[in-house]
Protein backbone atom coordinates (compact mmCIF):
# COMPACT_ATOMS: atom_id res chain seq x y z
CA UNK A 1 0.00 0.00 0.00
CA UNK A 2 2.65 2.28 0.36
CA UNK A 3 4.51 1.47 -2.52
CA UNK A 4 1.19 2.75 -4.25
CA UNK A 5 0.79 5.95 -2.39
CA UNK A 6 4.86 6.95 -3.06
CA UNK A 7 3.79 6.25 -7.26
CA UNK A 8 0.72 8.22 -6.60
CA UNK A 9 2.86 11.21 -4.90
CA UNK A 10 5.20 10.58 -7.68
CA UNK A 11 3.04 10.89 -10.37
CA UNK A 12 1.09 13.95 -8.32
CA UNK A 13 3.92 15.77 -8.40
CA UNK A 14 5.48 15.49 -11.86
CA UNK A 15 1.43 16.58 -12.93
CA UNK A 16 1.81 19.63 -10.89
CA UNK A 17 5.16 20.37 -12.67
CA UNK A 18 3.55 19.95 -15.91
CA UNK A 19 1.00 22.06 -15.24
CA UNK A 20 3.31 24.39 -13.73
CA UNK A 21 5.47 24.79 -16.66
CA UNK A 22 2.48 24.97 -19.31
CA UNK A 23 0.80 27.93 -16.93
CA UNK A 24 4.31 29.58 -16.99
CA UNK A 25 4.21 29.18 -20.89
CA UNK A 26 0.87 30.77 -20.87
CA UNK A 27 1.67 33.63 -19.10
CA UNK A 28 5.04 33.97 -21.09
CA UNK A 29 2.77 33.74 -24.52
CA UNK A 30 0.06 35.96 -22.69
CA UNK A 31 2.69 38.72 -22.17
CA UNK A 32 4.47 38.18 -25.69
CA UNK A 33 0.84 38.66 -27.71
CA UNK A 34 1.29 42.87 -27.18
CA UNK A 35 4.46 43.70 -28.54
CA UNK A 36 3.94 40.21 -30.92
CA UNK A 37 0.67 41.41 -32.44
CA UNK A 38 2.12 45.08 -32.99
CA UNK A 39 5.07 43.50 -34.53
CA UNK A 40 2.29 41.32 -36.89
CA UNK A 41 0.20 44.58 -38.12
CA UNK A 42 3.90 46.57 -38.50
CA UNK A 43 4.54 43.48 -41.01
CA UNK A 44 1.32 43.53 -42.86
CA UNK A 45 0.16 47.09 -42.41
CA UNK A 46 -3.24 46.49 -40.80
CA UNK A 47 -4.51 48.29 -37.26
CA UNK A 48 -1.69 50.58 -37.58
CA UNK A 49 -2.48 53.96 -36.39
CA UNK A 50 -1.07 57.25 -38.42
CA UNK A 51 2.33 58.72 -36.66
CA UNK A 52 3.19 61.94 -38.15
CA UNK A 53 5.57 62.20 -40.50
CA UNK A 54 8.56 63.82 -39.15
CA UNK A 55 10.77 64.26 -42.10
CA UNK A 56 8.05 65.58 -44.59
CA UNK A 57 8.38 69.27 -44.02
CA UNK A 58 11.77 68.62 -44.82
CA UNK A 59 10.68 66.78 -47.25
CA UNK A 60 8.52 69.50 -48.58
CA UNK A 61 11.27 72.31 -48.28
CA UNK A 62 14.17 69.91 -50.83
CA UNK A 63 11.61 69.17 -53.46
CA UNK A 64 10.36 70.87 -56.75
CA UNK A 65 7.01 71.22 -57.82
CA UNK A 66 6.68 68.70 -61.53
CA UNK A 67 3.87 71.08 -63.15
CA UNK A 68 4.51 68.25 -66.04
CA UNK A 69 2.22 66.04 -63.91
CA UNK A 70 -1.21 66.46 -62.84
CA UNK A 71 -2.36 63.93 -59.87
CA UNK A 72 -5.84 63.81 -58.82
CA UNK A 73 -6.50 63.53 -55.37
CA UNK A 74 -10.10 61.91 -54.28
CA UNK A 75 -11.25 62.20 -51.04
CA UNK A 76 -13.54 59.78 -49.50
CA UNK A 77 -15.09 59.36 -45.35
CA UNK A 78 -16.90 57.06 -43.63
CA UNK A 79 -17.81 56.75 -39.97
CA UNK A 80 -18.83 54.18 -38.15
CA UNK A 81 -20.96 55.21 -35.20
CA UNK A 82 -23.17 58.29 -34.34
CA UNK A 83 -20.80 60.64 -36.35
CA UNK A 84 -21.15 62.76 -39.41
CA UNK A 85 -18.27 63.49 -41.57
CA UNK A 86 -17.62 64.73 -44.91
CA UNK A 87 -14.64 66.69 -46.57
CA UNK A 88 -14.99 69.96 -47.58
CA UNK A 89 -14.57 68.67 -51.33
CA UNK A 90 -14.59 65.31 -53.18
CA UNK A 91 -11.35 65.96 -55.53
CA UNK A 92 -8.55 67.93 -56.00
CA UNK A 93 -6.03 68.32 -58.87
CA UNK A 94 -2.34 68.81 -57.48
CA UNK A 95 1.12 69.12 -59.47
CA UNK A 96 3.25 66.53 -57.29
CA UNK A 97 5.94 68.64 -54.57
CA UNK A 98 2.96 71.40 -54.59
CA UNK A 99 1.71 71.82 -50.93
CA UNK A 100 -2.14 71.29 -50.64
CA UNK A 101 -4.92 71.34 -48.46
CA UNK A 102 -8.41 69.86 -47.95
CA UNK A 103 -10.44 70.68 -44.79
CA UNK A 104 -12.72 67.91 -42.84
CA UNK A 105 -16.02 68.55 -40.99
CA UNK A 106 -16.77 65.98 -38.22
CA UNK A 107 -19.82 66.30 -36.08
CA UNK A 108 -21.01 64.39 -32.84
CA UNK A 109 -24.50 63.38 -33.42
CA UNK A 110 -23.94 62.04 -30.11
CA UNK A 111 -26.03 63.44 -27.03
CA UNK A 112 -22.97 63.25 -25.06
CA UNK A 113 -19.13 63.59 -25.43
CA UNK A 114 -16.96 61.15 -26.98
CA UNK A 115 -13.76 60.87 -28.77
CA UNK A 116 -12.84 59.62 -32.38
CA UNK A 117 -10.18 58.34 -34.61
CA UNK A 118 -9.35 58.64 -38.16
CA UNK A 119 -7.88 55.93 -40.03
CA UNK A 120 -6.64 56.37 -43.88
CA UNK A 121 -6.20 54.60 -46.64
CA UNK A 122 -4.95 54.91 -49.92
CA UNK A 123 -6.00 53.61 -53.44
CA UNK A 124 -3.96 52.53 -55.16
CA UNK A 125 -2.19 51.20 -52.27
CA UNK A 126 1.58 52.18 -53.15
CA UNK A 127 0.60 55.56 -53.72
CA UNK A 128 0.55 55.91 -49.63
CA UNK A 129 4.10 55.82 -49.52
CA UNK A 130 3.84 58.84 -51.43
CA UNK A 131 1.41 61.09 -49.98
CA UNK A 132 3.26 62.89 -47.53
CA UNK A 133 0.42 64.63 -44.91
CA UNK A 134 2.19 67.37 -42.71
CA UNK A 135 -0.85 68.57 -40.74
CA UNK A 136 -3.56 65.62 -40.01
CA UNK A 137 -6.39 65.31 -37.85
CA UNK A 138 -5.54 61.56 -38.21
CA UNK A 139 -2.13 61.60 -36.58
CA UNK A 140 -4.25 61.35 -32.57
CA UNK A 141 -7.56 61.04 -31.21
CA UNK A 142 -9.96 64.08 -31.03
CA UNK A 143 -12.22 64.68 -28.34
CA UNK A 144 -15.69 66.29 -29.14
CA UNK A 145 -18.54 67.61 -26.71
CA UNK A 146 -21.97 66.53 -27.20
CA UNK A 147 -23.55 67.73 -30.35
CA UNK A 148 -20.00 69.63 -31.00
CA UNK A 149 -18.73 69.95 -35.16
CA UNK A 150 -15.26 70.77 -36.44
CA UNK A 151 -13.02 71.20 -39.01
CA UNK A 152 -9.86 69.69 -39.38
CA UNK A 153 -7.71 70.59 -42.18
CA UNK A 154 -5.35 67.79 -43.85
CA UNK A 155 -1.96 69.71 -45.13
CA UNK A 156 0.11 67.28 -47.63
CA UNK A 157 2.56 67.40 -50.67
CA UNK A 158 2.78 63.95 -53.09
CA UNK A 159 6.15 63.21 -53.75
CA UNK A 160 7.04 63.65 -57.24
CA UNK A 161 8.53 60.34 -57.18
CA UNK A 162 5.38 58.87 -57.47
CA UNK A 163 5.26 56.01 -60.31
CA UNK A 164 4.44 57.06 -63.59
CA UNK A 165 1.34 55.00 -63.85
CA UNK A 166 -0.62 56.42 -61.20
CA UNK A 167 -2.88 59.75 -62.49
CA UNK A 168 -5.22 59.48 -59.51
CA UNK A 169 -5.13 58.65 -55.62
CA UNK A 170 -7.93 57.94 -53.31
CA UNK A 171 -7.58 59.19 -49.82
CA UNK A 172 -10.31 57.41 -47.35
CA UNK A 173 -10.26 58.21 -43.97
CA UNK A 174 -12.84 56.41 -41.90
CA UNK A 175 -13.68 57.85 -38.21
CA UNK A 176 -14.64 55.70 -35.20
CA UNK A 177 -15.58 56.22 -31.79
CA UNK A 178 -12.79 55.35 -28.90
CA UNK A 179 -14.18 54.25 -25.91
CA UNK A 180 -12.07 55.95 -22.95
CA UNK A 181 -9.68 56.79 -25.01
CA UNK A 182 -8.97 60.68 -24.37
CA UNK A 183 -11.06 63.40 -22.20
CA UNK A 184 -13.50 65.52 -23.78
CA UNK A 185 -12.96 68.97 -24.19
CA UNK A 186 -14.70 71.00 -21.47
Known sequence: MAGIKMIR???NRQMMFRL???AGFMFGFGYALVPLYKKICEITGINVLTQKDESAETFLKNTQVDTSRT???EFDA???GDWQFK???HYL???PGELAQVT???QNTMTHAASGQAIPSYAPMKSGAYFKKLECFCFKQQAFDAAEVRRFPVVFVVDPKLPEDVHTI???YTFFEVAGAVKPNS
Open 78 to 80: NSR
Open 9 to 11: LAV
Open 20 to 22: VVI
Open 170 to 172: TVS
Open 104 to 106: YEI
Open 93 to 95: KVH
Open 87 to 89: PDR
Open 71 to 73: ITI
